[in-house]
Structure formats: structure tokens, C-alpha cells
């Protein structure tokens, strides 16, 4: 299957920073990407739609000004948690589908954040 | 919210089958559902997809029932690496890469020796 890979695949950063993470599509392009969040013993829960070359869909309660989302290519999302806080700990994952070819899904590895 | 149900938990013993339901009595017309698999601090995993007919892959089989309300992932020959969450999700499907992914709270299959 299509291969998606996220950088870094686990981050430790004081209170306060941002932190940028980076979602690669290896060997398709895709003009959508989602960005997922999960806490321990829950589900994934979808934060934002990236959209190459125009702004992210965020879900309801999720903060664009928190959560920055850029998809400058058509390979290339990146996630920033800005002014990071212990309860951004999280597990973020994202996703991508080919342009062409199934309708499936391909998710990355996951980065697990941890804010101290 | 999630338009499918799945039991919270099941065991399987290794080497059986795994049946595992799903629920989507609001499914509607064009949408397909789809079973992902996540293994502990890992990122999902496909395992297949359908719209209306029974499909088969390497890794399983999907049986939909003929009302598309209610399918059955079927993991023929279960082993200790299949022990994972397994979530079931109703999506439209297309040609384009659109479609959000919406999971519930999925079924910790757990296979046992």
C-alpha cells in the first residue's frame, strides 16, 4: 500500500514552545491531507482538513490559531501546536489518500507530543 | 458522531476465525464502509472496503448484509499480531482523495494462545 510518514515520530518540549510536525505522502500525491488527534484509550478524533494551496477545515472546537496547518505541496502537510501546553500531550496522526487510484486511506506512524 | 456501532471488546482464540460485527443501520446509498485496524501507538492501519457486495483481500473478508445495515469483518485464521482496535467506518467514497474518516470508539479484538 501507499506509504505516509510523519516526522517526528515522538517530541518532548517545555511548556510554552511550538512544535512543528510534519505528515509526507513517499510515493503519491495528495491535494487533501487530515490531521487526527488521540488521547490514551480513546479514539482518534479528526482535528483539520489541510488543503494544498489554500486553508485548512478545522472541526468544531478545534483552534486554528493553536493548530497550525500548512500543506504547501502536494506530498507535504505540516502540523505546528503553537504555545504548547501539557494538555496538547497528545498522539497526532495524519492521513492521506492518492489522487488517483482506491479510496483508501494511508496514515502515518504517529508523533506522540509531550509537554512538560 | 460516529454512524456505526461495534461491540466494546471480543477474544478469539488463535488460529480461528474472528468475526467481528458492525452496525450502520443509517448508512446511506453511496456510502462504503470501511475496517481499519490500529495496533497500540500506532497509526491505522486499512484492511478493506465495500459498498454493497462481500469483498476479500490478503487479510480479510467483508460481508455486508443485503440491507447494508450491519457487516462482518471476518479475520480468517486469527494469530497473537492481529490483537488490535478494529474500527468500522461508514464514508463516502470516490474517485478523489475527499471523504473525512469519522471513528467511534472501535473492538479490541483480543486473539489469545
Known amino acids: 500500500g501507499a506509504v505516509v510518514s510523519q516526522h517526528p515520530s515522538w517530541v518532548i518540549c517545555k511548556s510554552g514552545t511550538s512544535v512543528k510536525i510534519e505528515c509526507r505522502s513517499l510515493d503519491f500525491q495528495a491535494t487533501t491531507m487530515f490531521w487526527y488527534r488521540q488521547f490514551p484509550k480513546q479514539s482518534l478524533m479528526l482535528m483539520a482538513t489541510?488543503?494544498?494551496?489554500?486553508?485548512?477545515?478545522?472541526e468544531q472546537g478545534v483552534e486554528k490559531d493553536k493548530f497550525l496547518i500548512n500543506h504547501a505541496s502536494l506530498t507535504l502537510s505540516t502540523l505546528t501546536v503553537t504555545s504548547a501546553h501539557p494538555e496538547d500531550s497528545s498522539f497526532y496522526i495524519c492521513?492521506?489518500?492518492?489522487?488517483?487510484?482506491?479510496?483508501?486511506?494511508?496514515f502515518g506512524q504517529g508523533t506522540r507530543l509531550t509537554v512538560v | 458522531d460516529a454512524k456505526t456501532t461495534q461491540p466494546p471488546s471480543m477474544d478469539c482464540a488463535e488460529g480461528r476465525a474472528a468475526n467481528l460485527p458492525c452496525n450502520h443501520s443509517t448508512i446511506s446509498g453511496n456510502e462504503y464502509v470501511y475496517w481499519y485496524r490500529q495496533i497500540h501507538s500506532q497509526g491505522p492501519q486499512y484492511i478493506i472496503h465495500?459498498?454493497?457486495n462481500n469483498e476479500t483481500n490478503e487479510m480479510a473478508s467483508l460481508i455486508i448484509t443485503e440491507d447494508r445495515k450491519s457487516s462482518t469483518l471476518i479475520l480468517p485464521h486469527a494469530t497473537l499480531r492481529d490483537t488490535a482496535v478494529y474500527y468500522c467506518i461508514v464514508r463516502v467514497g470516490s474517485s478523489s482523495n475527499t471523504g473525512k474518516l469519522i471513528f467511534g470508539q472501535g473492538t479490541t479484538l483480543q486473539v489469545k494462545p
Open positions: 465495500g459498498l454493497k
Open positions: 492521513s492521506a489518500s492518492p489522487l488517483t487510484g482506491g479510496t483508501e486511506a494511508f
Open positions: 489541510s488543503n494544498e494551496g489554500s486553508k485548512a477545515t478545522y
